[in-house]
């Protein structure tokens, strides 16, 4: 047996597992968080089934109804523990202005000193899993791997359906490989014989999600929940990522990958980046309306997208995750009906309701079943009909809650979304959520004007993050909370990429900005959305072809009514008129709030952008 003994607790190391660095860390961090046991997951189907059968047993999970949801579980959270925690989240880098000003920081030493006395213990009367995991292809060039040590039985299972996990993994690490170290625990010891009171055990008074860039290290502390505790995906795929990406000349992005093929068989990839619950996983799963026939979209990815330029002056992405963990509120056959069909089987559901026959249910589902039932458990597990919801408002499903599926029950999954090469992408989309003020669709002109649109992208805020919702922010690259290095730099970053791609000749993705989200007076969304965005979407590949000619505006060129299909789409002029206009007045707050913006973000910040900003405004003034 190659595992020492710490403080009485045998690691009892597989075999298999031979990396020396890896077996010292399990070792010392099973000295400081003292769990009960050790448990090295192997990624198997018996112990997915095993972990699921335990989670149920503890009332975490509850199985559903097999014959309308096989395979499937609802775990339910404490209400405290239901979004990311942005402010609790921090970039520890050794300098202050490498976190930059929209990140929290504090330096690595206070900060390791802060976690050190919660971590002592923080794991006792529970199971410490060592969950090894690739962020891409198992063994590919391009894949990153992580192992997580966790005190939670769902973050093991969620990792089985989100990455590629388990044994095959160490065979890649080997003796001497190299891995991102990923700590969490739902900070909630145990004394000795305690039992847990809740099914869903976390602090609710304390919580930090940690990252130290140069050491490439992640310590998540208090949460169960989502990219709070799931450290492949945002903690290591966006902000990790995002800092080796820039020491090493690629691109970590909170981006969609979709492939979108035409009647005569021409393929087009599409990377799209959209604040959180702004409609990545809804558009990289899009079905063309009619009117398109013939046309096919086809997801590589939902949520993250790594991206590298290539000698042959591409850039080729790909998508580091091998499942989704995707908002369930507002999916149904309708809006996404390849989504729905994902969530046939072997699914995880994380605070939906509960129907009376076992099934799931969330707001928006009516729309496919023509009504609302008249009794539901709420993600809270409490009684819910429609009178007690007109009454009090309560929701059924928590707004962020969420499924965890693998890719591969994703119908509409790209025959090269595992392709360890990637796709070569020929446009980049940016869009928020807003109300008001920026147009449906425009097209930068140049790189710069498209990283200008990119990096004063604003965005109502959602309940995919702790907080107030609704409210406008500065959501630049839609990577404000992700990005784990200073923003002006990141800027700076995605310039350089210009320069580098032209050196070989080769075209540049065209850059789009877009807003599915414009608002009329009564409040309601004019653009329909979701699957009609495929005329967006053509209108972008009868540009990159060179087939829409398009109006001028101050903000980049923007499609005249004529150049969209409407076929199958009662949408007129002056509807269209609505959500393509551009209002002066409205325009001139928004500069402001750029300006602002860019105050914040001065050191470092790109002397191209506020010239890019002049010319806006300049623009705007001769409108
Ligand atoms: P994260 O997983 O948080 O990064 O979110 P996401 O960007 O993948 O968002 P998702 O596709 O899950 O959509 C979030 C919410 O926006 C859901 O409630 C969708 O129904 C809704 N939504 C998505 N696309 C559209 C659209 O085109 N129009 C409108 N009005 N709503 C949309
Ligand atoms: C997001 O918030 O952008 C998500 C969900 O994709 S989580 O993994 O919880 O961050
Ligand atoms: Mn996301």
């Not at 450290?231 to 970590?252: E, F, P, V």
Request: a negative charge; hydrophobic letters at 40%.
């Amino acid at each position: 047996m190659n595992a020492p003994t710490m403080q009485g607790l045998n690691l009892n190391a597989p075999a298999y597992v031979k990396n020396a660095r890896l077996l010292a860390w399990v070792a010392d961090m099973a000295a400081l968080c003292k769990p009960d046991s050790i448990f090295w997951c192997d990624g198997s189907q018996a112990e997915y089934d095993q972990l699921c059968q335990q989670l149920v047993n503890a009332g975490t999970f509850k199985k559903l109804n097999p014959a309308k949801r096989p395979g499937s579980f609802l775990a339910c959270s404490d209400p405290s523990d239901v979004a990311r925690v942005e402010d609790r989240t921090y970039i520890c880098s050794a300098q202050k202005e490498d976190a930059g000003p929209t990140n929290n920081w504090m330096n690595p030493a206070d900060m390791r000193a802060t976690l050190q006395p919660l971590f002592d213990g923080c794991m006792k009367g529970r199971t410490m899993y060592v969950v090894p995991f690739s962020m891409g292809p198992l063994g590919s060039h391009i894949a990153h791997i992580g192992v997580e040590l966790t005190d939670s039985a769902y973050v093991a299972v969620n990792q089985k359906l989100m990455t590629r996990m388990g044994k095959a993994v160490y065979d890649v690490l080997g003796v001497d490989g190299e891995f991102v170290p990923c700590m969490h625990t739902v900070g909630a010891p145990l004394a000795a014989g305690e039992k847990d009171t809740t099914s869903w055990p976390c602090n609710a008074k304390t919580k930090y999600i940690v990252h130290y860039p140069e050491t490439r290290e992640i310590w998540s502390y208090g949460s169960g929940y989502g990219g709070n505790a799931l450290l492949g995906k945002k903690c290591l795929a966006l902000r990790i990522a995002s800092t080796m990406g820039r020491n090493q000349g690629w691109l970590a992005e909170h981006m969609l990958i979709l492939g979108v093929t035409s009647p005569e068989g021409k393929k087009y990839h599409v990377a799209g980046a959209f604040p959180s619950a702004c409609g990545k996983t809804n558009f990289s799963m899009l079905v063309p309306p009619a009117g398109f026939d013939g046309w096919k979209v086809t997801t590589i990815g939902d949520d993250i997208a790594w991206i590298k330029p290539h000698a042959d002056g591409k850039m080729y992405a790909i998508n580091p995750e091998a499942g989704y963990f995707g908002v369930a509120p507002g999916t149904n056959t309708l809006t996404n009906p390849n989504c729905m069909a994902s969530l046939d089987k072997d699914v995880i559901f994380t605070n939906v309701a509960l129907t009376d026959d076992g099934d799931v249910w969330w707001e928006g589902m009516e729309k496919d079943t023509g009504g609302v039932p008249d009794h539901l458990i709420d993600w809270q597990g409490k009684d819910w009909t429609p009178a007690i919801a007109k009454e009090t408002g309560a929701k059924a499903a928590h707004p962020n809650a969420r499924f965890t599926v693998g890719a591969t029950n994703n119908p509409a999954l790209d025959s090269a979304w595992d392709d360890p090469a990637g796709v070569p992408i020929d446009a980049f989309i940016f869009g928020g959520r807003r109300s008001t003020t920026v147009p449906l669709v425009t097209e930068a002109r140049t790189w710069m004007e498209g990283v200008y649109m990119a990096a004063t992208m604003g965005s109502e805020t959602t309940a995919a993050a702790f907080g107030a919702q609704g409210v406008v922010r500065r959501d630049p690259f839609a990577m404000l909370p992700f990005c784990g290095y200073n923003m002006s730099d990141y800027f700076q970053h995605w310039l350089d990429m210009e320069h580098k791609l032209e050196e070989s000749g080769h075209t540049l993705p065209k850059i789009f900005c877009v807003n599915w989200f414009r608002k009329d007076e009564a409040g309601k969304f004019v653009w329909p959305g979701y699957g009609e965005n495929m005329r967006v979407l053509k209108w972008m590949i009868d540009r990159i072809e060179g087939q829409a000619q398009g109006a001028d505006t101050m903000f980049g060129v923007a499609p005249q009514y004529a150049e969209i299909t409407w076929t199958g789409l009662d949408f007129n002029e002056a509807q269209f008129n609505t959500v393509t206009s551009i209002d002066k007045a409205a325009w001139t707050e928004e500069l402001k709030l750029h300006t602002a913006h860019f105050e914040q973000l001065a050191y470092h910040l790109p002397q191209g952008l506020l010239d890019t900003k002049a010319a806006i405004e300049k623009r705007l003034a001769d409108m």
